[in-house]
């Protein structure tokens, strides 16, 4: 078996999405001659993910991730190219495949909202075939990791945002998949809520050696998580390759930040642009590109009345921010 | 798969035990028309001391027997499921490893038929104290022939709906089809008057559809008034429906899922 666990080529979704004018007289006439456009979601999407690896899959709202997602756990089919997981196609929906992959997408998936979630667990374990043992060693990892014991006995529905989510994903992870796609796994949980599911999928994916794909609002999930990240922006990819390189390629600036003797009364656009830093006001910041970082820290502290002085990486957010508009 | 549709009937059934007062409701509503029918058609048969042949009796013991055959013959497969399609929330059930429809549905149909037996029962015997219906035409032969049929019904019948319900993977309108086909169904299964006393062209159709299995035939069976033939054509066309419903939902289901994988899931 080869070491790629996942394997897209030209993969492409095109939306067929009806369209019409506002107003009486332009539905009657969509009544008659419906017109569509063709939403081009994903075009032409390359990428391999090896093994046990866990990628962060970036991009603003649209861009394709979902769709992405859907493609590769087999709920969609694409309109052009291929993809491959544990060498199965996706889309052919085989149960072999439905048995060894998950697809964690939203709070309401795996668990019947009318009846306590250890009722969903244990239709779970039969309609993926879990031996009693197995079953019981997997829900005690899971238990230690997420602390479901107190939620399990009650409805599903009576169960916190947080709580649901700690149940959603557990309930996705029974069967042990050796994929995991995980769609926004920690929207609308609380700093804490968001800590512990990063700190369970990082052990997850060390103990079982799990393949990982998630996407992600919280910059903090990938930055803790994923070495690797992929960006997709308007269905293309923007960027595939390491978190820290993503800097030095798509914005190879450093921030220089100077705590100066009467801060104020200098003036810096001679050094470099001028940013805001609103966590740490008592230093003003400037942005300069990366050969010049040196050239320009000796300037500044042979110039002005330099207390302070630090050289950081510009914060991920605004470095993704610029690949999406590059 | 025992054990896989143990779990679901215990899943299933908890949770329409979360929705009886809503069971006790619709139960109430399905019987008010098979009781209209009844309590109009034994007034009318008392008057005139009988219709086209049947007595007052017969009209009781007949939709008494309705009120039980068609709460074993029919579904609702079309509430239970045809939401899922439209919403989404089908995904979730589409990426497990088993067959949305033919398990968690279909046991999900048992699990709330099961429930609204047993809200039936007390109601039945109600009426049986009201109507005081002579049953002296029943035999167990014909209890025993009943039944198979009435299962074999029960299977096609969720198989038709369950079709006519993937229709909504195309359409948003899947529900006004759905009353259309209920519509034809209640015409030619009995329900608004034994089959006998329709004019002789809806009785000739009838005999080339699937819906007196679900209420007419079961019940002429029960009360013995069918001859060998008729009992061996009404098994016949029993068979032959199963094969074209199995057929048929296979079809519409495969090119569904495909259509909604490609509209966007």
Redesign the interface.
Known sequence: MSLNSIIVEQLSKTYQVPEREAGFSAAVRSFFKRKYKDVKAVQEVNFTIAQGEIVGFLGPNGAGKTTTLKMLSGLLHPTGGKASVLGFTPWELKPEYLRSMTLVMGQRNRLSWDIPAADSFLLNQAIYRIPDDEYKQTYKELNELLELDPLMKKPVRNLSLGERMKCEIAAGLLHRPKVLFLDEPTIGLDITGQVRIREFLREYNRRTGATILLTSHYMADVTALCERIIIIHQGQLKYDGGITDLSHKIAPFKLIGVMLADADSHDLSGYGTEVQNEEDADKRYIQVKAEDVTRITSKLLADLPVHDITITDPPIEDVIEQAFNS | MF??I???W??NW??QW??RANLLMYLLYWLVSPIIYLAVWTSIANQKGSVNGFTANDFTTYYMLLLICDQVTSNIVIHSFGYKIQDG?L??E?????HPMLTNGLVNNIAFKTLTFMGLIPIWIILYFLFKPDFSGVSITGILLAIPVMLLAFITGYLLSATITSLAFWTTRVYSIHEFYFAILLLFSGQFVPLTLMPKIIQDIAQYLPFQLFMYYPIQVILGKLSTEKIIQGYVSAGIWLVVAITLFNWVWRNG??RY?????
């Open positions: 054990q896989i143990k779990r679901l215990q899943v908890a949770e979360q929705y929330t995904s979730g589409l990426i497990r490893p088993i899922v495909k994988s490609a509209v966007g899931a």
